[in-house]
């Protein structure tokens, strides 16, 4: 089908695109393509390109630029909106129909550019050839490749002509499309070919298995391609600077993934003379490179949570990093979305929990609020979660005590402590204390305010199952409120432990019953202190002690600390309280005074009792972005975890 019958057909039928010209003017002339060599212009809104010489120098390569005419092409009788549904573009498939031509019956696309702006795109992503031309292998395999542009001889003077640029063909869906499939797992392993050869590039040695497995293994190939893609524009002084699923297609020629064109990508050095610093550029570069692995971050979480690809549960996402939470705390404000329609577990949430919750960690690494913070491509690309089993990577200490924290994280969800749990959780909370990365109480003044929620006692546990209490109160979540005072050191504790009075018959299989709440409030001066491992030199101590330093220091744990002996002190902070204690109870139905009692003395069994009286925490011992560690007055340990305020019910 002809090209302007196509482009007649578009108008005539009901569509927000109306092309009012037809797409390009035939000329009179041989059929004859012209090949440049693209001069990079200054400006991102020059002229569309011209002949130039030939630029020899540096041992660039070829860099053709080809502009092709119309009847090179044979036109599909499909048309879509451009990229995102652009209102400015026009995107026909087409097969090149000259013989004489490299691309003799490939099919390509033909993107037609209306707008000024659309044209600017066009113009820049023709510039950003001849950047690119030292290493095209990489270009071809990694970036939507533009073969050349079709644009008669005075398109510039004749600002309403459009500008069409001819790009390979990668299928007709973005990545996004190939997520939303049904069938997107076996429809993309059989895109890719998937065999042990493939799945060697990503530190595997088989294909198939479990769901999960395969899913992360596919995600582990995606991401890699992708960010080999963006660190090749990275490393020639570019930044993509639209990178969206809708961006990114896989090509089921080379089984690679492709970044769109790159008509918005940016230089990292400022053209302008007058601001144009060593200083400015470098800040120049990391924040596009920030930028860029912020785009990359939200891609592998769509890729890895499917419910994210709906738009209202993702604009809450967006909305969580946005408002300046931590992306640290993503697992604890996802959480509720991701459990709520699954009776098997996530796969989503299984594979970042997996490697001891390194998923999370490199999705807080790319989503870092701080862009200075944020990781970079080669980082990520090293990053467990990237690398299959057979790849030996060695973990920093940072990612140990994320491992640590994530561990003691699943362990105490369990809700089921046999001693053996018990011990171990109490071996991760030690460990994590003597790994704690702010040691300093300037770093806790910062970090301490906010709402943690506790997650696991290392004291007394008391429940219902074995006791037959009057009446039958359920816990459900412990809160510490953690805010500042007038007075940097001094801050105000808030214990609210919530409950639930359930009925006296039938309360194993009856959850329902009457809501309440037990606030607790003090304040508490912070002061620097320490923790003393050691406090005799008795040999029974000291034999303890060795045995101690070796549970600590040996195996896959212990690795990073790099020490061959125990400190004998832990730097902490100390907590005072100051003022006395107010307890109040609120409840949603009327309870007489004998009821209350009754209730506040099985809400203090069941609770630790230092959530009760906040004078019997002594000291913190371990505290960063997501987790804290804090010490009552008989040793026990309290593990706490950051509550966002968006995910509280």
Same mark, same amino acid.
Request: with cysteine; aromatic share 6%; net charge positive.
């Given at each position: ?24 003017r035939?000329?009179?002339?041989p ?61 026909? +498939?087409?097969? *090149? ?7 003799? @019956?490939?099919?390509? %696309?033909? #993107? &037609? $550019? ?45 600002e ?17 499309h ?6 997107w797992?076996p ?8 065999? +042990?050869?493939? *799945? ?7 294909? @198939?298995?479990?769901? %999960?497995? #395969? &899913? $992360? ?13 963006v ?28 970044v ?28 596009m ?23 209202s ?21 996802l ?14 949430l ?10 999370w ?100 546990h ?62 508490a ?31 896959k ?45 099985e ?13 019997k ?17 008989n ?15």
């Open positions: 089908m002809p090209l302007l019958a196509a482009a007649a057909a578009v108008a005539a039928c009901p569509s927000p695109i109306v092309l009012t010209r037809p797409l390009c035939i000329e009179a002339h059929r004859r393509r012209r090949r440049f060599r693209l001069e990079a212009s200054s400006s991102a809104s020059a002229s569309a390109p011209a002949p130039a010489a030939a630029d020899e120098g540096g041992g660039a390569g070829p860099c053709p630029v080809v502009r092709f005419d119309m009847s090179d092409f044979t036109v599909a009788d499909r048309v879509n909106v451009g990229l995102h549904g652009r209102s400015d573009e026009t995107i026909f +498939e087409a097969t *090149v129909c000259d013989p004489s031509s490299e691309l003799y @019956g490939s099919t390509v %696309v033909l #993107r &037609q $550019l209306k707008s000024l702006q659309a044209k600017r795109r066009g113009r820049r992503a023709l510039e950003v050839l001849k950047k690119l031309a030292r290493r095209q292998m990489m270009y071809h395999s990694y970036a939507l490749q533009v073969h050349g542009y079709i644009a008669p001889c005075n398109a510039v003077e004749e309403d002509v459009p500008l069409v640029l001819v790009h390979g063909y990668h299928g007709s869906h973005s990545l996004r190939w997520l939303q499939l049904s069938d797992l429809t993309l392993e059989a895109t890719l070919a998937l065999d +042990e050869e493939q *799945v060697r590039r990503v530190g595997d040695d088989s294909v @198939g298995g479990p769901a %999960v497995t #395969r &899913q $992360l293994r596919l995600i582990r190939i995606l991401m890699r391609d992708l960010l080999i893609g660190n090749y524009l990275h490393s020639h002084g570019l930044a993509h600077t639209e990178l969206r699923l809708e961006n990114v297609h896989v090509s089921p020629i080379d089984k690679h993934v492709k769109g064109i790159l008509g918005n990508a940016a230089d990292f050095h400022d053209n302008d003379p007058s601001s144009s610093t060593v200083a400015s550029n470098n800040d120049r570069r990391k924040m490179i920030a930028f860029d692995m912020r785009c990359v971050g939200f891609i592998m979480a769509k890729m890895v949570l499917r419910e994210l690809m709906d738009s549960t993702f604009f809450k996402f967006k909305s969580f990093m946005t408002k300046g939470n931590d992306p640290s705390c993503l697992r604890e404000f959480l509720p979305t991701l459990c709520q329609n699954s009776t098997s577990g996530n796969i989503g299984q594979m970042l929990d997996r490697q001891w919750g390194a998923g960690n490199l999705l807080a690494l790319l989503l870092a609020t701080k862009p200075v913070k944020r990781i970079s491509c080669v980082d990520a690309l090293r990053h467990p979660f990237l690398c299959g089993p057979k790849w030996r990577i060695s973990p920093s200490v940072n990612l140990i005590r994320w491992s640590l924290g994530s561990t003691a994280v699943r362990m105490a969800e369990d809700y089921i402590y046999g001693h053996h749990q018990r011990r171990r959780l109490a071996y991760f909370v030690e460990l994590m204390e003597v790994l704690n990365p702010n040691l300093r109480t300037q770093n806790w003044l910062h970090l301490l305010p906010g709402r943690w929620r506790l997650l696991y006692c290392t004291g007394r008391i429940g219902l199952t074995l006791r037959q209490p009057s009446p039958r109160v359920l816990i459900s979540d412990v809160y510490l409120t953690v805010s500042s005072e007038s007075v940097d050191p001094v801050f105000s504790l808030t214990s609210d432990t919530g409950f639930r009075i359930m009925p006296e018959s039938n309360w194993p299989h009856d959850k329902s019953g009457t809501e309440g709440v037990l606030s607790v409030t003090t304040s001066r912070i002061a620097a202190g320490r923790i003393y491992i050691k406090e005799h030199d008795s040999e029974e101590i000291r034999v303890t002690s060795s045995r101690s330093s070796r549970r600590y220091l040996h195996g744990w212990g690795k990073v600390s790099q020490m061959k002996e125990l400190p004998s002190s832990l730097p902490t902070v100390s907590i005072a309280a100051m003022d006395e204690i107010d307890v109040s109870m609120s409840c949603d139905s009327s309870l007489n005074v004998n009821s209350a009692q009754n209730v506040l003395q809400i203090r069994t069941q609770t630790p009792p230092e959530m009760f009286d906040l004078s925490i002594v000291c913190g011992t371990y505290i960063d972005a997501r987790l804290m560690i804090l010490r009552g007055v040793g026990s340990a309290l593990l706490f975890t950051r509550a966002n305020p968006t995910s509280d019910p």
